[in-house]
T-cell receptor, first 111, second 115 residues
Framework: DVKVTQSSRYLVKRTGEKVFLECVQDMDHENMFWYRQDPGLGLRLIYFSYDVKMKEKGDIPEGYSVSREKKERFSLILESASTNQTSMYLC??????????FGNGTRLTVT | AQTVTQSQPEMSVQEAETVTLSCTYDTSESDYYLFWYKQPPSRQMILVIRQEAYKQQNATENRFSVNFQKAAKSFSLKISDSQLGDAAMYFCAYRSPLTGNQFYFGTGTSLTVIP
């Protein structure tokens, strides 16, 4: 079974802090994704990566950046956290033509 | 961009009964993939079933089956013999092999199972 691991289930940060959300997958998938999930808005794509050091902006990249130095790891960075970034963050990976496999999610609260 | 619409924000079903969740999508492509995901209160997104557009046969996985109507751009999920553990948010998703690697999600249907 594919395993996608997100480093934290719950995270509380202060406004202005730099925040790192880490995601690791163990199935050698080329593609990795970061989504944000908010009630009533469904899943919105922040960034995705189709190869090491490659990244593409999704629908809502503002205020976020990503890093993919190794194939198995995809990090989401909030350069200066703001309260409107309080949300559920979901990481996922997939093979080229297959389904998404999700991590357990990180619920981030910015105070 | 492709759009995916789930017109039922909430549904309920009696335990052991059958329920159908609706999903429609908008695309001009002929080759694509469709998925249903389940998200229980634990928040883990779980793949329920997938369908390749080039396959005419509807996918089934145990109590879960789909009604894929390509011309109508409809992809409904049928859950038979509903169980309490089926209570969750269900998301329909579309993947295009052409527009990079993007997935497009509906806004979800919250399913309640009544004992």
């Amino acid at each position: 079974d594919v395993k996608v691991t997100q480093s934290s289930r719950y995270l509380v940060k202060r406004t202005g802090e730099k925040v790192f959300l880490e995601c690791v997958q163990d199935m050698d998938h080329e593609n990795m994704f970061w989504y944000r999930q908010d009630p009533g808005l469904g899943l919105r794509l922040i960034y995705f990566s189709y190869d090491v050091k490659m990244k593409e902006k999704g629908d809502i990249p503002e205020g976020y950046s990503v890093s993919r130095e190794k194939k198995e790891r995809f990090s989401l960075i909030l350069e200066s956290a703001s309260t409107n970034q309080t949300s559920m963050y979901l990481c996922a990976s997939s093979p080229p033509r297959g389904a998404l496999h999700f991590g357990n999610g990180t619920r981030l609260t910015v105070t | 961009a492709q759009t995916v619409t789930q017109s039922q924000p909430e549904m309920s079903v009696q335990e052991a009964e059958t329920v159908t969740l609706s999903c429609t999508y908008d695309t001009s492509e002929s080759d694509y993939y469709l998925f249903w995901y389940k998200q229980p209160p634990s928040r883990q997104m779980i793949l329920v079933i997938r369908q390749e557009a080039y396959k005419q046969q509807n996918a089934t996985e145990n109590r879960f089956s789909v009604n894929f109507q390509k011309a109508a751009k409809s992809f409904s999920l049928k859950i038979s013999d509903s169980q309490l553990g089926d209570a969750a948010m269900y998301f329909c998703a579309y993947r295009s092999p052409l527009t990079g690697n993007q997935f497009y999600f509906g806004t979800g249907t919250s399913l309640t199972v009544i004992p």
